[in-house]
């Protein structure tokens, strides 16, 4: 079997690295996280125009999947360029929608999802009580138990530990379905979504490494460069050996989820809390080896430091992710 990208899907990332490294993604992250959603607004149209969006739609409904090898190619190099916005739940919400087996909700919702017209947040009220976004998304569903309702309101903005996840409380709104269609369809929904979100870790995991090494051969002290220290050698070594160990193993949970693999979710589960700790070393690492300069907020390296501790937790926490494997 094989885990890793073909020459077609090499082709994809490099044509999204591409389009993003021409906009000004750190001043996108910058304004979404002051509430100015215009910047990132403009990288989801050329990422919707690219197709990243439809990769989570079936074809009968405008979109080209699902397709959740290709979804993680994407979402690793959105993960590397730390593009903001509910990015996760909105294909997570297309896959929920889709798998609900309600052709005319999906049928009214998905075109403009595959489109990118329409940003949508996600909240599986087992996994928390917040939404992701909820005040520049265009709809958020909520699955509380075996009930989907569409929010009547975001609710107040909270802060958090990045300040470009902006997450809301929502509350009210009409029902769209209950039953266990409902159940099944979210637990689909999230595993697409932890899928997806082990996939931006590991982006946001290689840009972190990538940056540090940079920074260890530019910085000197006692007349070297620090990157010939021993002891940080050893600290990026051990990095970089987590980040190669989860990329094989988040390329198997989409072939597993893509085959629809009875074990697939503890698959998904085992790629997620792997690419979280890696994300999560890396972040570390870099905050130390860039000495008093890594904690300041005006270095661009903060906006990828924040993302590694909530995309960690995100959508499955280490302990739930390793109780999902050992009962598995």
Do not use: N
Request: some cysteine.
């Amino acid at each position: 079997m094989r885990f890793f990208p073909d020459a077609e899907q090499r082709e994809f990332a490099r044509s999204l690295d591409a389009l993003l490294t021409s906009g000004d993604t750190p001043a996108a992250v910058r304004s979404w996280g002051e509430g100015d959603h215009g910047p990132g607004r403009a990288l989801w149209a050329g990422l919707a125009e690219a197709g990243v969006f439809a990769l989570a739609v079936p074809r009968e409904h405008e979109g080209f999947g699902p397709l959740p090898v290709e979804l993680t190619v994407a979402f690793e190099v959105l993960g590397r360029h730390a593009v903001p916005g509910p990015l996760v739940e909105t294909v997570a919400a297309a896959a929920l929608l889709d798998r609900l087996g309600d052709a005319d909700t999906a049928a009214a919702r998905l075109p403009a999802i595959a489109s990118g017209k329409s940003l949508a947040s996600l909240c599986v009220t087992s996994f928390g009580p917040y939404a992701l976004d909820g005040d520049v998304a265009d709809a958020v569903f909520v699955v509380d138990g075996d009930t989907l309702r569409v929010a009547a309101g975001p609710g107040p903005v909270l802060p958090s530990a990045d300040p470009a996840r902006r997450l809301s409380r929502p509350s009210g709104g009409a029902v769209v379905a209950r039953g266990p269609a409902v159940t099944a369809a979210a637990t689909y929904a999230a595993d697409v979504a932890a899928l997806a979100t082990a996939a931006q870790a590991l982006g946001v995991g290689r840009t972190l490494l990538a940056r540090t090494v940079a920074h260890v051969t530019r910085r000197t002290q006692f007349g070297v460069a620090i990157g010939s220290f021993q002891a940080v050698k050893h600290r990026l070594a051990d990095t970089l050996l987590a980040l190669e160990f989860t990329e094989p193993l988040v390329h198997s949970a989409a072939l597993a989820l893509a085959a629809g693999d009875a074990g697939a979710g503890q698959e998904v589960a085992a790629a997620k809390v792997t690419a979280g700790e890696a994300a999560y070393r890396a972040a570390r690492t870099a905050l130390q080896l860039h000495g008093a300069v890594g904690y300041t907020d005006e270095l661009d390296l903060s906006l990828w430091i924040r993302k590694a501790r909530p995309l960690r937790d995100a959508w499955g926490t280490p302990a739930a992710c390793r109780a999902r494997v050992l009962a598995g």
